[in-house]
């Protein structure tokens, strides 16, 4: 089942803060984040595994919280360049990742 | 150097026709995806493979076959059998499940008249 991606959208100013939000109504494994600008393929930002583990970019920050199967993707002090669109992905058990629908992120100066 | 390479980046076809989109990785990956890509709709996994000569249907099947003869290949065909076949094509791979990231290739996209 799709997880549920909160906001569909967001625009900030340079340098604000922003969350993402991705909920899941299954027990999850792992939760992956990726960013995908316009026209490109998705970038791999970061994944977080049930038990604590998290592998990913240095300047990326989120949360995994398996017991109400939710993850949340910080992003502080914006740049023009992390707009985009960011998909959260869930994997439980043995089933391939399912993503989410979205967040359309645009940062303006 | 590495990384996963998918053509064309456009492609035309008429309705009615067969048509197969290439996918090729040079990371020694053993797992490899494909997805559809709509406006609004993510991510939507079409067939996935964990090792060669062995494939798995995904969400949304119907209307397409892949095969998986080398590792490094994972050729797409969208048949006349898919209704909505316009869209935006994404062939990714991983080292395993999971528990790992997955890299994207630059996508085709697909346009049928």
Known sequence: QQ???SPQAVILREGEDAVINCSSS????SVHWYRQKHGEAPV???????GG???GHEKISASFNEKKQQSSLYLTASQLSYSGTYF???GSGNTPLVFGKGTRLSVIA | DGGITQSPKYLFRK???NV???CEQNLNHDAMYWYRQDPGQGLRLIYYSQIVNDFQKGDIAEGYSVSREKKESFPLTVTSAQKN???FYLCASSPGGINYEQYFGPGTRLTVT
């Open chain 1, 3 to 5: 997880p549920v991606q």
């Open chain 1, 26 to 29: 299954k027990a999850l494994y």
């Open chain 1, 44 to 50: 791999f930002l970061m994944i977080l595994l049930k």
């Open chain 1, 53 to 55: 583990e998290q592998k």
């Open chain 1, 88 to 90: 959260c992905g869930t």
């Open chain 2, 15 to 17: 309705e009615g026709q």
């Open chain 2, 20 to 22: 197969t989109l290439s």
């Open chain 2, 85 to 87: 076949p316009t869209a």
